[in-house]
């Protein structure tokens, strides 16, 4: 399973608070944990905004069974011609993995075809990821609730279709709710977002999103070879519903 972690790393190269936290780039955090909890079976590569193509050239595309997403502050930077590029992919059959405001990004908001707006807040809150689907692979090995101690407020309403599962539901201080663990989609490519994970807080290393990351990474990988190009519309032959 081949494996890109994608991460903006602008937050860490602009904030101290956030460096301190993840010194080597949350992209490096996210990946780490997918080593760990897969091993072997996962060859794990990161790329960032600032490389050219954003790291996500036809190339290094070819090469990803499973994309994760991290993105915030500059949404905007990233260049259309690279988001059909990744969308052309998942619709071909790669496993993308949102997180956190990735829910906003380019590539996820082109693939929802919503606003994928939500209520949000940042004052640190207490959240609880309450499991809603514990048959669920991305849910393997988790309790049925666990506490994120301090994160931001995503709240509903979320601007997204209906999911197709939904694994995590969560509660936060203020009473709110929010769908924080969603499965889709597109074309052939399923795509798994997860909502804890802002920047400001140490919650990707946490043992339990990281758990959620990699059974996410492992729920998300195509069952085989991803073709160049999603398969094209077919035709029905004429007389197809005629009787012989």
């Known amino acids: 399973m081949r494996v890109t972690v994608w991460g903006e790393n602008v937050h860490e190269r602009r904030d101290p608070s956030v460096a301190a936290l993840y010194p080597g780039g949350m992209h490096e955090t996210i990946a780490a944990a997918i080593r760990e909890h897969l091993g072997e079976e996962a060859e794990v590569a990161t790329a960032t905004l600032e490389q050219p193509e954003h790291g996500l050239d036809a190339g290094a595309l070819g090469r990803t069974d499973v994309l994760t997403?991290?993105?915030?502050?500059?949404?905007?930077?990233?260049?259309?011609?690279?988001?059909?590029?990744?969308?052309d992919r998942v619709r071909a059959g790669m496993g993308l993995v949102a997180l956190h405001s990735a829910h906003y990004s380019k590539v996820f908001r082109t693939l929802m075809g919503t606003t994928c707006a939500l209520r949000w807040r940042n004052e640190g809150e207490r959240e609880l990821v309450w499991c809603v689907a514990p048959g669920h692979p991305v849910a393997e090995g988790l309790t049925d609730v666990f506490a994120i101690p301090r994160q931001e407020m995503y709240g509903e309403h979320f601007d997204v279709p209906p999911p197709e599962e939904l694994v995590f539901i969560s509660w936060f201080e203020g009473g709110e709710v929010f769908r924080s663990g969603c499965c889709f989609t597109r074309g052939r490519g399923r795509i798994f977002y997860f909502g804890p994970g802002d920047q400001?807080?140490?919650?990707?290393?946490?043992?339990e999103v990281r758990r959620v990351i990699a059974n996410a990474v492992r729920w998300a990988a195509p069952s085989g070879p991803v073709p160049d190009a999603p398969p094209p519309a077919r035709q029905s032959p004429r007389g197809w519903f005629e009787r012989g």
């Open 200 to 207: 400001e807080y140490p919650v990707y290393h946490q043992p």
């Open 69 to 87: 997403w991290w993105g915030h502050a500059a949404h905007d930077q990233v260049e259309d011609a690279v988001v059909d590029r990744i969308c």
